[in-house]
């Protein structure tokens, strides 16, 4: 999924990476428009029933060194 952001034009980019900032920060009700509005392709990438990711340590590239 990151990959297709990256790839796409820089303003999707940060569309993005503002809606994630404004989610932890925004009330309810925007936090839910947010939801329904930019990151419905990502729940759907993700099969729809995609409650909570946990990523932690280094990326796979970095850990075989």
């Not at 999924?1 to 990476?17: E, L, N, Q, R, Y």
């Not at 936090?31 to 099969?47: E, P, Y």
């Amino acid at each position: 999924m990151m990959k297709k952001i990256a790839d796409a034009p820089a303003i999707v980019g940060s569309i993005f990476h503002l809606a994630v900032s404004g989610k932890q920060v925004l009330p309810w009700p925007l936090s839910a428009v947010i939801d329904k509005v930019l990151f419905r392709r990502v729940k759907m990438a993700t099969g729809g029933r995609l409650r909570l990711a946990v990523c932690g340590g280094e990326s796979s590239t970095e850990c075989g060194r």
